[in-house]
């Protein structure tokens, strides 16, 4: 998973099979891996200041690359509290 500005990878990012319990979460080098059924799934891919994507994932595809755009306007909801 990769900034779609900068093609920087997101560590953190929330994959989810829709319709189900079954997700990840992305590693430091913005990948992820998981078990879909033979008849391929929908993913549902979520990181915060970023749009939600759902990426439809075909029978016999081995990878997927996806680039997620910022929402600026969701930045404004962040909250940052430091001791």
Do not use: C, H, W
């Amino acid at each position: 998973v990769l900034d779609s500005e900068n093609g920087e990878a997101l560590p953190g990012v929330n994959v989810l099979i829709k319709g189900t319990t079954v997700g990840t979460v992305t590693d430091m080098d913005g990948q992820f891996s998981l078990p879909v059924s033979p008849e391929g799934a929908v993913l549902l891919v979520n990181y915060i200041g970023f749009r939600g994507q759902e990426v439809a994932v075909k029978t016999g595809q081995q990878s997927v690359e996806i680039q997620l755009e910022a929402d600026n306007q969701a930045l404004s909801e962040v909250v940052v509290v430091g001791y």
